[in-house]
């Protein structure tokens, strides 16, 4: 339960740290102290965004690379991809859920649930999308699982250029962590999933209602889907 509220606190105010995090959870009337707080945090994967946002723990034996997005103009599908990974609470228990994005469309490309915050998931959450599309620029956080030579061997043997967050810009990768906040307040608050296999049925639907029939204002009102589709048919697209 002190998991599923701290994750309700970052959705709704990711600048709150350990010791905010900590102060409203007492006013609320919990029984915690902020090491408790700061354990759980680093459990679900959360830090706040300022200073610094860490959403993953980088290996520091692991290459990182710069951010090439500053100052580039998004006009096209599969011009930029971006991933992330979340904190999706269940009945009992909780799993981690990787997706791939497209930013021009918002178009989700693909997703993937885990039990453990190992590598594996997202690389092949990143295959599926693969199979189908390449981006020009593939943009990450530096956490252990983007920096892992999984990862970027599968980026680098594709000619993928891949670029990382800077540690201190908290809107370096925008537009997933929207994406996460929409998920949150329209599917995974509103439901209680039994098991991981319910979790990912519910979200399978709720992907589909997001690509397809979901209007996006910033996309005046239309779909990731048709987005994307123009974008291939106009021939600005890889």
């Known amino acids: 339960m002190l998991m599923h509220r701290l994750d309700e606190l970052y959705t709704a105010h990711p600048f709150f740290g350990v010791r905010r995090m900590t102060a409203v959870l007492q006013r609320e009337g919990v029984r915690v102290n902020h090491k408790r707080v700061e354990r759980l945090m680093k459990v679900l994967g959360l830090a706040a965004i300022y200073p610094a946002p860490k959403t993953t723990t980088a290996h520091p034996e692991s290459r990182k690379y710069p951010y090439l997005l500053r100052h580039l103009t998004i006009e096209r599908a599969n011009q930029v991809w971006a991933s992330d990974i979340t904190y999706i609470r269940l009945r009992a228990g909780f799993v981690y859920l990787t997706a791939v994005l497209d930013w021009y469309s918002r178009r989700v490309l693909s997703w993937r649930l885990s039990n453990t915050m190992e590598t594996t998931f997202c690389v092949a959450a990143v295959e599926e999308?693969?199979?189908?599309?390449?981006?020009e620029i593939f943009n990450s956080d530096q956490g252990a699982q983007y920096t892992s030579l999984e990862m970027t061997g599968l980026l680098l043997s594709k000619n993928v250029k891949i670029s990382m967050d800077g540690r201190g810009r908290c809107?370096?990768?925008i537009f997933i962590e929207r994406?996460?906040?929409?998920?949150?307040?329209?599917?995974?608050?509103?439901k209680e999933y039994s098991s991981v296999w319910a979790a990912e049925d519910s979200?399978?639907?709720?992907?589909?209602?997001?690509n397809e029939s979901r209007p996006h204002q910033s996309l005046q009102y239309r779909t990731p889907l048709e987005v994307f589709e123009e974008s291939i048919k106009s021939g600005k697209t890889q």
């Open 129 to 135: 999308s693969l199979l189908s599309w390449q981006p």
């Open 171 to 173: 809107h370096d990768n």
């Open 179 to 190: 994406l996460w906040r929409s998920v949150k307040y329209e599917e995974v608050y509103l």
């Open 203 to 210: 979200l399978r639907a709720y992907f589909k209602f997001y």
